[in-house]
Nanobody, 117 residues
Framework: QVQPVESGGGLVQTGGSLRLSCASSGNRFSLFTMTWYRQAPGKQREMVAQITSVGSTYYTDSVKGRFTISRDNARNTVYLQMNSLKPEDTALYSC???????????WGQGTQVTVSS
C-alpha cells in the first residue's frame, strides 16, 4: 500500500522559506512520478511542482524561480524547497504519487503553509 505523508508546513513571514517533505511507503519509489499540489480556501486545487522517475521537473508559472522540487529515492522522499514565500502561497499542500502501469493516484493528507504579510 502506498501512503504519502507530508510534513514541514507552518507559519512563515513574507520572504521566508520552508521545506516540505513527502515520505511515501510502498515499493519501487523510484518509479513514481511525484507531484505537489496546493489548495487555498475557496480556490481550486492546482499543481505546484512535479518530478518524474527520471528527474524531469515541472513548475507552475507562479512558483518558477522560487520553488525547487527534488527527490531522494533512497529515503522514499520528495522535497519542495520554497523560498521568497508570498501571502498568495498560503494553502494546504498535498503530495501525490503515481506510477505505471496503472497510474493510480495516491494522496497524502496535506500540510498547511501560511505566509503572513
Amino acid at each position: 500500500q502506498v501512503q504519502p505523508v507530508e510534513s514541514g508546513g507552518g507559519l512563515v513571514q513574507t520572504g521566508g522559506s520552508l521545506r516540505l517533505s513527502c515520505a511515501s511507503s510502498g515499493n519501487r519509489f523510484s518509479l513514481f512520478t511525484m507531484t505537489w499540489y496546493r489548495q487555498a480556501p475557496g480556490k481550486q486545487r492546482e499543481m505546484v511542482a512535479q518530478i518524474t522517475s527520471v528527474g524531469s521537473t515541472y513548475y507552475t508559472d507562479s512558483v518558477k524561480g522560487r520553488f525547487t522540487i527534488s527527490r531522494d529515492n533512497a529515503r522514499n522522499t520528495v522535497y519542495l524547497q520554497m523560498n521568497s514565500l508570498k501571502p498568495e502561497d498560503t494553502a494546504l499542500y498535498s503530495c501525490n504519487a503515481k506510477r505505471p502501469p496503472n497510474w493510480i493516484d495516491y494522496w497524502g493528507q496535506g500540510t498547511q503553509v501560511t505566509v503572513s504579510s
